[in-house]
């Protein structure tokens, strides 16, 4: 009896499940949602991605909306916690019933979020994190997209940059004992070996470790000219003091996760640190930068292109706000499938890179719209992180 | 050689940071038989208060200080509020429970004020390093092992020579009988938890310019203390900071020679290892209890 009751009320309560969620993939509406940190440690990648998007849809609203109607923008916290990720998700897709959602800074919510994306079916872009398996997961139909770097070409890129700058081609890879620099030591192994090198130390560390003198030591001892770091600023700020203490002073190259104060951390030890990045304010400023830059000093009252502490975020938000915009243009309907085969097909001059197309169907690789092409570096001097090209480091290559 | 001396160098200084933060569990402990879980907090707030004094234009020596004031006023509040009502009864261990709370209270206060990125604050200590044979190490990193050495120095000089200190060691032998001899044990063991609670703003103040100030600086700092003042002999001040030191000096050489993931392991592998062997540390007294 107890079972015949269990049963027929699990199928009552599938049927009334089953209901909702084709109620809920039913209509789409003009909005486009985010989950990301906006709180702790990494608030600051939320904000940037935050000022991006809203300044774009400012602009889209401002000449009509999509498909004739506004697009909003609805941002969740989930304070770098994969659960709390897949839960935004969720409530983006099934109760925001949005056209699309914007990834955020963690790499680990992204991969945490890859499964709730493909099996609800809504239109993921990512604008931050770079985990590769995030994005290349393997899934058909893929619905997770990114524009932002990837650590698969960012190995890569920083692989071809170290060597041209190293003059034994003996790197050391310095890496945080997390996901995200745990993830990116076979893809900097599989690029050094692309082209027939192998790495001569590979040392991790952990958070808030406060001396690397032993790794220092170890790298230095391999014999090593070049140091490619995969750090954030607190822990990069260790690394160069145990640097100084040993008396070794390499030439260092790292992933952006050293892109916010490290300057201000390490003061003249910072001098000459190269770093990756999709897109900078700082330095000179082109017409089209000045202007998106005058926007944002307007709506939020930034004095100076310093206060960003992501640049790249605010950028590749913006750019993926409009690749958005015009894929839903282009299939003519908020319909995440429609939309999803119209993100294939979208043209557009951004800010950080010319997208054309935006993504490619064929190669499981290009969901990643940024191509290596467009990575830039920047390096740390006096303080501030500026364009390489536009400092003497960049000039005495 | 060169390497071995970087080491220990190195591992010193570390060490220095576990000995200080271990030295204030040993005083709140000795006066009252509880401890603040969130003593690493407390370092936290006095290196996060100098740093915003700083940003406030106040000059460094005077943000220091009050800062290190601000942690004193902290840990008499909170053994006002969080221990004193939950040690009542001689088995309680509320007082656990309240203070981690107050612990991750503060930390996420330190959080949404300060802002997730660690900042530095100014010192000549860090200018630049001083080499000894070889190795490397800076000025305001030798200070710290010394600053626990003399720490632990005057605590003894105190617990000898003067009345509060006599007290204090009355309190912790036998509060009632303590009190029978008209001493005011709640005064004491507030005085003991401001004074544990000086020192760790002070070392938070102290490390900061080595370590960066963050509102996350402390929780590791506060457990890896904690271990060291169990394996020390919670009860024994040069116990606290010989084996905070050596705890130290041991990571480096982990670091070095074998991984650093194996780090805590070893680290840790060793904690219970001591614990088996020594069941009340390695210099603890064991403490006799009448029934």
Known sequence: MFLQTMVRSSVAVAAVLGFFSTAAHAEQEPCIGNSAATTGPAAFGGQSIKMGAEIAIDEINAKGGVLGKPLRFVQYDDAGAPPRGVDNTRRVALSDKCVAILGGYHSTVAVAQAEPVNEIGIPYVGVLAANTKAIENGKTPNFMFRVSAKDKWVARFLVEQALKSSKTGKIAFLYENTGWGNGALPDVKDAMSKVGKELVAAETFNWADQDMTPQIIRARDAGADLVLLWALDREGNQILRSMDKVGWKPPIIGAWGIAGNLGELAGPLANGVEVIQTYTFMGSMDPKKQAFWDKLKAKYGIKDPSEIKMGSGVANAYDAVYIIAKAIEKAGSYDWAKVREALYTVNYDGLVASYEPAFDAKDPERQDAILPKYYKLTVWTDGKLLPLEQTSYGKSN | ?291
């Not at chain 2, 080499?131 to 120095?153: C, K, N, R, S, W």
């Not at chain 2, 009355?170 to 005064?187: C, P, Y």
């Not at chain 2, 394996?231 to 050596?246: E, H, K, M, W």
């Open chain 2, 1 to 291: 050689m060169t390497t071995t001396i970087q080491y220990i160098l190195s591992g010193l200084a570390i060490g220095g940071i576990y000995a200080l933060v271990a030295l204030g569990f040993h005083i709140m402990w000795s006066a009252a038989r509880a401890v603040n879980f969130a003593h690493g907090d407390t370092l936290m707030l006095g290196a996060v208060l100098a740093v915003v004094g700083v940003d406030a234009e106040i000059p460094l020596p005077i943000a220091c200080l009050l800062g290190i004031i601000a942690g004193a006023v902290f840990g008499v509040l909170l053994e006002r509020f969080a221990i004193r009502p939950f040690t009542a009864t001689s088995n309680s261990i509320g007082w656990m429970l309240t203070t981690i709370a107050v612990g991750v209270m503060i930390e996420s206060l330190a959080t949404l004020q300060f802002g997730g990125f660690s900042r530095p604050l100014a010192s000549p200590g860090v200018k630049s390093a001083v080499h000894i044979l070889g190795a490397g190490v800076y000025p305001q990193e030798l200070a710290i092992p010394v600053f626990a050495l003399l720490v632990m120095f005057g605590l003894k000089l105190m617990q000898r020579h003067t009345l509060v200190g006599r007290a204090m060691q009355a309190v912790a032998h036998d509060k009632r009988a303590a009190a029978l001899m008209g001493i005011n044990v709640n005064r004491i063991v507030a005085f003991s938890f401001a004074l544990a609670s000086l020192l760790g703003a002070a070392a938070g103040v102290l490390v900061a310019p080595v370590i960066q100030v963050s509102a996350s600086m402390g929780a590791l700092l506060g457990l890896k203390g904690f271990a060291v003042a169990i394996i020390g002999g919670i009860t024994s001040a040069p116990g606290v900071v010989i084996s905070g030191l050596c705890f130290g000096i041991m990571e480096k050489f982990v670091e070095g020679y074998i991984s650093t993931a194996a780090r805590e392991i070893i680290g840790f592998s060793v904690m219970i290892l001591v614990l088996l062997a020594f069941p009340h540390g390695l210099f603890g007294k064991r403490e006799v209890l009448k029934v």
